[in-house]
């Protein structure tokens, strides 16, 4: 039986010594369990994605110096094979690197593959810094089994719609036994069932084992789930390593199936995670890794008594710990008294400190200032928006007296058409439901009480219609339609076909039903015209942590300046 331990690791983008202590570790390991092979994730040497750090001369030779590490740690575990992801320089025309494989044993590459299939769509722009592979199998024999190799995008062209090559081809015309696909896939609401799914067929079409090791942690916008699999001809998914955390484990591969390394049978995966779960999982997985790779242990939330800002700091606490989060309520002249109190029912239930921070007065001195020095009154939009725009300044004064993150508030109905205010609620470092329409909001607050087992949310504000409080009597639906039908032409018109199926067949036969009268066409065609318009917000505000397919950012890349 051949053993191999799968290093389902955390790398940080350009913390090579991080990332090369992190592989020596698994390595150390792998050799102490009687692995023959290791396998860690897609670039797992630099971290996913490096972006234009790979035209950085120095980023590159840091690269270089962690390989020789790498090399010089193989020959004290001879016998074992590490199979690592890394930039390496190319040849010839064309762009000057590879998104490579390297096999190392003994001190020496002993295979290296170069990835064929360069995605450049949503969240991904491979192409602008690599060069594609040549079309052929890379194969490497491990204790009498034959390997075949491959890279992430490489398996997920069966269906030949992307590209005119499947690199799957030239790995069936080789026979390997077995084939390692190392992989940096990030994740989203039915990506886990996609990559099952993809792969699970084309080890079925093509009579081939599949072992799938994936990267794990937030980098940016993305967050990795690792989830890593074995999937065979004849087992179907045999094994899955942990969801959204860091995963060492050895596993047996002997006759085209996988084992547990005693030779008896694996567990079976689990279920899909429900859609709130999978959020919370996401967005707290993305905070902590984005907070300490940005050298930030505290977060400040503002907190106005309504849904949104209680969810976010629910989840910061998640994340971060209560000690570690900072809420701030400034009530205006329209501050309900309700929103106020929910506030510190809601810090009282998650044990964050919550500070007052009454913004009247300030608001007052601007609006004489303004008369004084324009001759004319501060009122109507521009009136509501000084009073988002000093509450976000006191945010920003607390985020650098203390050194805490902001935590911006907004989700993704409200910056898809624009309802929030530039340089007021979309303050601050990074945006934690920015990716959840505003029903998915509710339901991951009411997951969160039910997770829990006690109420964190107070009911009062998951029952509360949505206001922002901004003016008299102000409510969300004197600018929007009720977010249950928003949501449903935001979702058609976003992310399309990108969804899961029974949610895209949902949301196209909502909007199909709207359009089918004049007075649907006409709310239809008034959304899409808003969120054209507020794309100039989308541009300046934070980065959101990505949980759907199709996010704001670099997943949907729209001109600021078009006709539409």
Same mark, same amino acid.
């Given at each position: 039986m051949l053993k191999i331990a799968i290093a389902q690791i955390n790398p940080t983008v350009g913390d090579f010594d991080g990332n090369v202590a992190a592989a020596l570790d698994a390595m150390r390991r792998a050799a102490h369990d009687g692995a023959a092979m290791v396998v860690f994730p897609e670039l797992s040497v630099c971290g996913y994605y490096p972006g234009d750090l790979l035209e950085d001369p120095a980023f590159l030779r840091r690269a270089d110096a962690a390989l020789d590490a790498i090399l010089t740690a193989s020959s004290?575990?001879?016998?074992?094979?590490?199979?690592?992801?890394?930039?390496?320089?190319?040849?010839?025309?064309?762009?000057?690197?590879?998104?490579?494989l390297l096999a190392v044993e003994g001190g020496a590459i002993v295979a290296e593959y170069f990835k064929q299939l360069l995605p450049t769509y949503g969240i991904f722009d491979e192409r602008r810094h690599f060069e594609p592979g040549p079309e052929r199998a890379c194969l490497l024999d491990v204790r009498d089994t034959r390997i075949g190799f491959m890279i992430c995008e490489d398996g997920w062209n069966g269906a030949r719609r992307d590209y005119a090559v499947d690199p799957f081809d030239a790995l069936a015309t080789a026979r390997p036994d077995l084939v390692v696909s190392i992989n940096a896939s990030p994740a989203n609401v039915g990506k886990r069932a996609q990559r099952h799914a993809a792969f699970g067929a084309a080890s079925a079409r093509h009579g081939l084992p599949v072992l799938y090791v994936n990267q794990v942690g937030g980098q940016d916008q993305l967050v990795f789930d690792g989830a890593s699999f074995a999937v065979s001809p004849a087992q179907g998914v045999a094994w899955e390593a942990a969801g959204y955390e860091e995963d060492f484990q050895t596993i047996g591969f002997a006759d085209g199936r996988f084992a547990a390394v005693d030779g008896s049978a694996l567990a079976a995966p689990g279920p899909d995670l429900s859609a709130p779960e999978l959020a919370r999982r996401q967005i707290v997985l993305g905070l902590r890794d984005y907070a300490r790779r940005c050298g930030f242990t505290k977060a400040v939330v503002g907190s106005s008594g309504g849904i949104d800002s209680a %969810?976010?700091?629910?989840?910061?606490? @998640?994340? %971060?710990?209560?000690?570690?989060?900072?809420?701030?309520?400034?009530? #205006?002249?329209?501050? #309900?008294?309700? #929103?106020?109190?929910? #506030?510190?029912? %809601?810090?009282d239930n998650l044990g964050v400190r919550l500070y007052t921070h009454p913004i009247g007065a300030l608001v007052d001195a601007y609006r004489h200032g303004f008369g004084a020095a324009f001759d004319q009154p501060l009122q109507g939009l521009a009136l509501e928006n000084l009073q988002a725009r000093v509450r976000g300044t006191i945010l920003m004064e607390y985020s650098n007296a203390c050194d805490a993150l902001l935590l911006t508030t907004g989700n993704k109905s409200e910056i898809s058409v624009g309802y929030c205010t530039l340089y007021g609620d979309t303050n601050g470092g990074l945006g934690l439901i920015g990716d959840l329409y505003k029903t998915e909001v509710y339901a991951l607050s009411r997951h969160v009480n039910a997770r829990a087992g006690r109420v964190i949310i107070p009911e009062a504000v998951l029952d509360k219609e949505p206001s922002a409080e901004l003016a008299p009597g102000q409510r969300d639906t004197d600018s929007l339609p009720p977010y249950e039908v928003l949501d449903e032409i935001?979702?058609?018109?976003?992310?399309?076909?990108?969804?899961?199926?029974?949610?895209?067949?949902?949301?196209?036969?909502?909007?199909?039903?709207?359009?089918?009268?004049? @007075?649907?066409?006409?709310?239809?065609?008034?959304?899409?015209?808003?969120?054209?318009?507020?794309?100039?917000?989308?541009?300046?505000?934070?980065?959101?942590i990505r949980v759907r397919a199709r996010a704001f950012g670099s997943g949907r890349q729209m001109p600021i300046a078009a006709k539409y």
């Open positions: 004290r575990h001879p016998g074992l094979v590490a199979v690592i992801g890394m930039p390496r320089r190319a040849a010839g025309p064309g762009k000057p690197l590879h998104n490579a %969810l976010t700091l629910a989840l910061a606490v @998640d994340a %971060l710990g209560a000690d570690n989060v900072t809420a701030i309520t400034m009530p #205006s002249a329209w501050s #309900s008294t309700g #929103s106020v109190d929910d #506030s510190v029912a %809601l810090c935001l979702k058609w018109h976003i992310e399309g076909e990108r969804m899961p199926q029974a949610e895209h067949v949902a949301a196209r036969t909502f909007v199909d039903r709207l359009r089918a009268d004049a @007075d649907g066409r006409q709310l239809v065609d008034r959304i899409l015209k808003m969120v054209a318009r507020s794309e100039y917000k989308r541009r300046q505000a934070p980065p959101i």
